[in-house]
């Protein structure tokens, strides 16, 4: 069972930053490629980012290319979302979301390809 820890949420002004992480315990970290969903209220969970299990492939959806950075460091079995000049339409619940137990690598885009969720940090942007 693998346990994930998201902080780093908040409420910040139109074009600032943020920055989540997400700490996993209790399986090989590094074996797992991991994504950021968010869930705004009324709305389906969509992916903001994902990333491959050695960093060496990233998906971002087309809404926060240019602006959200993913990485991860598999020595801290920790992943960053870095969130940078956010809008209003970024306010949501995010979560970060591990694929444990498979054989591939790869960047996965849709919460049925993930087993293992945090409980969400709430990032809040106002105008």
């Known amino acids: 069972q693998v346990q994930l820890v998201e902080s780093g949420g908040g409420v910040v002004q139109a074009g600032g930053s943020l920055r989540l992480s997400c700490a996993a315990s209790?399986?090989?970290?590094?074996?797992?490629?991991m994504g950021w969903f968010r869930q705004a209220p009324g709305k389906e969970r969509e992916v903001a980012a994902a990333i491959g299990r050695n960093g060496d492939g990233t998906y971002y959806t087309s809404s926060v290319k240019g602006r959200f950075t993913i990485s991860r460091d598999n020595a801290k079995n920790t992943v960053y979302l870095q969130m940078n000049s956010l809008k209003p339409e970024d306010t949501a619940v995010y979560y970060c979301a591990a694929r444990a137990g498979f054989t591939y690598s790869g960047t996965y885009t849709s919460p049925s390809n993930y087993n293992n969720w945090g409980q969400g940090t709430q990032v809040t942007v106002y105008s």
């Open positions: 209790g399986g090989t970290f590094s074996s797992y490629p």
